[in-house]
Each structure stands twice: as structure tokens, then as C-alpha cells.
């Protein structure tokens, strides 16, 4: 089945700087890979997604790149702000998967003011 | 306004109590998904329903037990719970499951936190 590895773990940025996190994924056949983000107390909130027929998706401060071939997307936050502290959260899925998202591991992303 | 509702937001109890968790989505959607997460560990999917019925049980145990009487409404029902099933439980919904073999964003409840004692 498909397998999402998410790095790094823990991030910490001065406020004003970009972050990135990563994510590989095993199943070439994925074709929609969401980003969430989850606040304290909160539940895991949709930020952007991407298909897998375009390569990079733009949503003001927060962007997505897809590369198929090296099975990796990625979430690019820019000029960021304390209110960006969260946990990040990307998925998989696709017709294996019978539409069931894959999530990974997790980033912790800390935003110092 | 996430347009999914989970009440309680926090529960305690026992081990031998019976108690009802409750998800209500304002979205018209048709597919409804109970998620388990715990600390330092990915999302685990539990069930899905899609149309209320059943279509996914990920080798969930016997003593955690959903109802979906109608598409906008879905209940985990609890019992005879064990000290690691404290978790954050999620509710989601999306439009559809499994349409096509495409998957669809899922929009997500702020959860139920459930201890053990």
C-alpha cells in the first residue's frame, strides 16, 4: 500500500524567513496530495492540495510542488508569521487507495517572533 | 465555521462505562470518516461510510462501534474502552469516497479528547 514520509519532524523559523516541508510518497499511481495544517485544539485544517497533472499550485504566502517522478511534494510557506506555529500534515491518495487519504508523520512548526 | 461538529469535545470515563461520541456535518456531503490520533503518531483511519454504508473497518476492535443513521450524522459508540484508546478522535466528511479512484479533500471536526481512567 502507499507509504508518506513527511520530514522534518520539528522546524523552527524566525518570523519573516521561509519554511518548507517535504513529503515522499511510494505509490506511483497517487494522483492528490492535500496539505493540513492543525492547530492547538483544533482539527486538521485543508490549507492547499494539488493534483498530480500540474506541477505547482500558489495560494498567496503558501505554495505546493508536485514532482511525479522523484514521488515528492512539497509545502513552501514564505514570510512567516507566529500565527504559522502549527503542526503540518501532508497526504496521499489516489485510485490504490480507493480514496482514502495517506497521511504522514507530521511537522511541528514553530514561528519565532 | 468548520461545517463539522463534534460533541463532546472532552470526555472521561472508565473503562467498564458506555458512552456516544457525535459528529454532525453541515456540508452535504456524502461520505463520513471516523480518525483516530494519537501523540506522535500519523492519522489512523478507523471507518468510513460512504452513503451510510459501511464501506471501510480498518481492523478496528469490537468495543469501538459507529452508526451513520443518516448522511449528515455519525456516532462512535464506545465500551469496555482501554487505557490506550485515549486519544484526539476526528470526525471528517468529503463530497464522495472513492469516486473514480480520485481522492477528495476531507474537511475535518476539532475532535472529541477522550482519556481512559
Known amino acids: 500500500g502507499e507509504n508518506v514520509e513527511q520530514h522534518p519532524s520539528t522546524l523552527s523559523v524566525q518570523e519573516g524567513d521561509s519554511a518548507v516541508i517535504k513529503c515522499t510518497y511510494s505509490d506511483s499511481a497517487s494522483n492528490y496530495f492535500p496539505w493540513y495544517k492543525q492547530e492547538l485544539g483544533k482539527g486538521p485544517q485543508l490549507i492547499i492540495d494539488?493534483?498530480?497533472?500540474?506541477g505547482e499550485k500558489k495560494d498567496q504566502r503558501i505554495a505546493v510542488t508536485l514532482n511525479k517522478t522523484a514521488k515528492h511534494f512539497s509545502l513552501h510557506i514564505t514570510e512567516t508569521q507566529p500565527e504559522d506555529s502549527a503542526v503540518y500534515f501532508c497526504a496521499a491518495s489516489g485510485y490504490n487507495q480507493g480514496g482514502k487519504l495517506i497521511f504522514g508523520q507530521g511537522t511541528e512548526l514553530s514561528v519565532k517572533p | 465555521e468548520t461545517g463539522v461538529t463534534q460533541t463532546p469535545r472532552h470526555l472521561v470515563m472508565g473503562m467498564t462505562n458506555k458512552k456516544s461520541l457525535k459528529c454532525e456535518q453541515h456540508?452535504?456531503?456524502?461520505?463520513m470518516y471516523w480518525y483516530k490520533q494519537s501523540a506522535k503518531k500519523p492519522l489512523e483511519l478507523m471507518f468510513v461510510?460512504?452513503?451510510?454504508?459501511?464501506?471501510e473497518n480498518n481492523s478496528v476492535p469490537s468495543r469501538f462501534s459507529p452508526e451513520c443513521p443518516n448522511s449528515s450524522h455519525l456516532f462512535l459508540h464506545l465500551h469496555t474502552l482501554q487505557p490506550e484508546d485515549s486519544a484526539l478522535y476526528l470526525c471528517?466528511?468529503?463530497?464522495?469516497?472513492?469516486?473514480?479512484?480520485?481522492?477528495?479533500?476531507?474537511?475535518f471536526g476539532d475532535g472529541t479528547r477522550l482519556s481512559i481512567l
Open positions: 456540508l452535504g456531503h456524502n461520505a
Open positions: 461510510y460512504s452513503l451510510e454504508e459501511r464501506v
Open positions: 494539488i493534483r498530480s497533472n500540474v
Open positions: 471528517a466528511s468529503s463530497q464522495d469516497f472513492g469516486r473514480e479512484g480520485f481522492g477528495q479533500p476531507q474537511h
